[in-house]
C-alpha cells in the first residue's frame, strides 16, 4: 500500500494516492514501528498538501514532525524532510513567517547529516522561494544559483527537469532585476 501511494503520487492520481497511503497508515499504526508508522502519516500529509487541501495537511505533517522526534530523537533524515515539507505548506498557505525558520532549520540539520545533495537542493529551492517572495532577490538569487550548481553537479548541464527548473528560478531574479539581457540566455538554455 505504502508504495503503491508512492507510485500513484508520481503519476499524479493524488486522490487515489491519498486512498492508498491512509490506508497504509491505519494498518501501520496497529502493526508497524512507530518509524514505518511515521512514513505512512507523512505520505498522507504529502498527498493532503498535494491536493492543495493544506489546512488539512499541516497537522498532519506536525503530527509525523512529533512522532518522528520522538522516534529518532535528534538530527535525522526523516525529520529535515518532513520539516521541509511542512514549511512548503506554510509557504502555499501565504504563513511566510512560520515556513522559513523551518526551512532553515531542515537545510541546517540535511547538511549536518550530509543528506544527498539531490534533497538539501529541494530544500535550499524552497528556502529561495521564500526568500523572492519576500523580495530579498540577493538572497534568493544566491541560493537559487547554488541549488542550479548542485543540480547540474548531480545531473549535468542539460537534459534533468530539475535544472531546467533552476535555470528558470536564476533567470526569474534576473528578471525582477529588469537585467533581461541576462535571464534571455537562461530561459532559452532551459527550455
Known sequence: LL???IVTHDQGRLESSLDLSRRAEV???RVGSPERHARALGDVAISLNALRRRSEAE???REVLALQRRVHGAD???????????AWCLHA????DEAQP????????QLRLGVAVAETAQTRNNLA???????????AGREWAAVLEQYEGVFGKGGHAAVAR????VALVAIERGRYGEADPLTAEAL
Open 3 to 5: 508504495l503503491m501511494g
Open 27 to 29: 494498518l501501520l499504526r
Open 59 to 61: 497537522p498532519v505533517f
Open 76 to 86: 535525522h533524515g526523516d525529520i529535515a524532510w518532513t520539516l521541509n515539507n511542512l
Open 93 to 96: 498557505m501565504g504563513r511566510l
Open 102 to 109: 523551518l526551512y532553515e532549520e531542515a537545510l541546517a540539520m
Open 129 to 139: 522561494g521564500v526568500y523572492f517572495d519576500r523580495g530579498d532577490l540577493e538572497r
Open 166 to 169: 533552476s535555470l528558470n528560478m
